[in-house]
């Protein structure tokens, strides 16, 4: 008897464990039902669509260089045997950089004077002959019409008389053939002696007393040193080609150098280049670039050539026009607009339904909370600075905007998405609240 019952509490007790488990399970897929049917929405930063100042930049980065320079090459080969100026140095227009020896253009030249004067010397003595057979030649016509010679001996006179007259004007060409020689030479040591083309500073030597220096006749020519007005210097930029369309010769630039933090320099730009610098040619590193000369109008003794800088210019301003932050406005087709899909699900839908047809062009869009939810709104949008962007229609100022994050706003949101509010964003510094 005890026996049974014994077995009669093991079972009542296993019945009440199965009894709990199967309540706790039951609780668990309630919560979960019950959890599941709320949404707390996706996490999100808003801002206030407000009215303000806004001007559009273009960024390009680049190096410093003087608006002035010149680049000194010799025009003939030799040893430097003077070098009065240093790296660094001022020079005045028209001193003495530098002088090669002359030695051997001397000679040249002197040679040159004595071909000259042995040509003219020549010259002479083809006139002198040619004088004399025109003498001999006029008595045999005298001779001829008495009849004192025959027709053979006149001929022969008139053969000999253009003879010379031949020789005496290749003579002159050589007399001009030396005299051009000679002129050449005359230059050639001219040029043994380098005169400074302009006011400035020497900003690059590259060579030293007794280097031997080749000529630029046939070659480029050694690179001897660099002359710069250091007073006017201009930055170099290169801009994209998607932005150089928008910059205009005279538009304002502001300009900061790595070297110098926190100062920031004022120019104007004032050449566009009209070919374009293209890197990584065929590969998916291309890249196609303009350079951009901007003239710095601050003076500044110590930036220096070759300096990197940054460059933002102001290629337009609009006063009282409607924005907001620049990474509010997103790209979404047509087709995920109206179904209100993200964009990889868009995707899928275009591909599995239409993927005979086109997708459409991506239209610009902003989520616009309301009652904590979203309504996607496309919106028209004009100029842009580094922080916000211009709604030219579709969207009305005070609207709450979201802002942030990235990841929301470029795929998670759709329209009427549920949204929670991280923090309330304020109208901005210089917002105009309507």
């Known amino acids: 008897m005890a026996n049974g019952k014994n077995g009669k509490k093991v079972k009542s007790r296993k019945?009440?464990?199965?009894?709990?488990?199967?309540?706790?399970v039951l609780l668990l897929?309630?919560?979960?039902?019950?959890?599941?049917?709320?949404?707390?929405?996706?996490?999100?930063?808003?801002?206030?669509?407000?009215?303000?100042?806004?001007?559009?930049?273009?960024?390009?980065?680049?190096?410093i260089n003087p608006v002035y320079q010149v680049v000194i090459t010799p025009e003939v080969t030799g040893e430097i045997v003077e070098l009065p100026v240093q790296e660094g140095d001022r020079v005045k227009k028209n001193q003495l950089l530098i002088r090669i020896k002359p030695d051997s253009y001397a000679a040249q030249r002197d040679r040159a004077k004595a071909n000259l004067e042995s040509a003219q010397a020549t010259l002479e003595m083809k006139k002198v002959e040619m004088n004399f057979i025109e003498a001999n030649y006029r008595r045999t016509q005298e001779l001829f019409r008495s009849g004192f010679t025959n027709q053979q001996e006149l001929d022969k006179m008139k053969a000999d008389l253009d003879s010379s007259r031949a020789q005496l004007e290749a003579q002159q060409g050589y007399v001009q053939q030396a005299q051009a020689a000679l002129?050449?030479?005359?230059?050639?040591?001219?040029?043994?002696?380098?005169y400074s083309p302009m006011d400035g500073t020497v900003s690059k030597l590259n060579v030293e007393l007794g280097e031997r220096v080749l000529g630029s006749g046939f070659s480029q020519g050694t690179n001897l040193m660099?002359?710069?007005?250091?007073?006017?210097?201009?930055?170099?930029?290169?801009?994209?080609?998607?932005?150089?369309?928008?910059?205009?010769?005279?538009?304002t630039a502001r300009i900061e150098l790595d070297a110098f933090k926190n100062i920031t320099y004022n120019g104007k730009v004032t050449q566009i280049a009209n070919s374009a610098k293209t890197t990584g040619m065929g590969t998916q590193e291309e890249v196609v670039n303009f350079a951009i000369k901007i003239a710095l109008s601050d003076f500044n003794p110590q930036v220096r050539p070759g300096m990197s800088c940054n460059a933002d210019i102001e290629v337009e301003t609009k006063d009282n026009v409607l924005t907001?932050?620049?990474?509010?406005?997103?790209?979404?087709?047509?087709?995920?607009?109206?179904s209100g899909a993200t964009p990889d699900s868009s995707r899928e839908l275009i591909a599995g339904k239409t993927s005979r047809k086109k997708q459409s062009k991506p239209k610009e869009v902003v989520f616009v909370v309301d009652k904590g939810a979203v309504a996607m709104k496309e919106v028209k949008i004009g100029i842009s600075d580094n922080e916000y962007i211009e709604i030219i229609s579709g969207l009305k100022a005070g609207e709450e905007v979201v802002s942030g994050p990235y990841r929301a706003i470029s795929s998670e949101l759709q329209d009427k998405s549920k949204v929670q509010l991280e923090s309330k964003g304020k109208a901005g510094k210089g917002g105009k609240k309507n």
Do not use: F, H
Request: overall charge negative.
């Open 226 to 251: 660099t002359v710069a007005d250091l007073g006017k210097m201009e930055a170099i930029v290169d801009v994209d080609e998607n932005d150089v369309v928008l910059v205009s010769i005279g538009d």
């Open 29 to 63: 897929i309630l919560k979960s039902v019950v959890c599941g049917k709320r949404d707390p929405g996706i996490m999100v930063q808003t801002e206030k669509a407000a009215r303000r100042d806004i001007t559009q930049l273009v960024s390009a980065t680049g190096i």
């Open 324 to 338: 907001v932050p620049i990474q509010s406005v997103t790209a979404r087709s047509a087709e995920e607009a109206a």
């Open 183 to 194: 002129k050449e030479s005359g230059e050639s040591l001219n040029k043994t002696a380098i």
């Open 15 to 24: 019945k009440i464990v199965w009894i709990a488990v199967g309540s706790i």
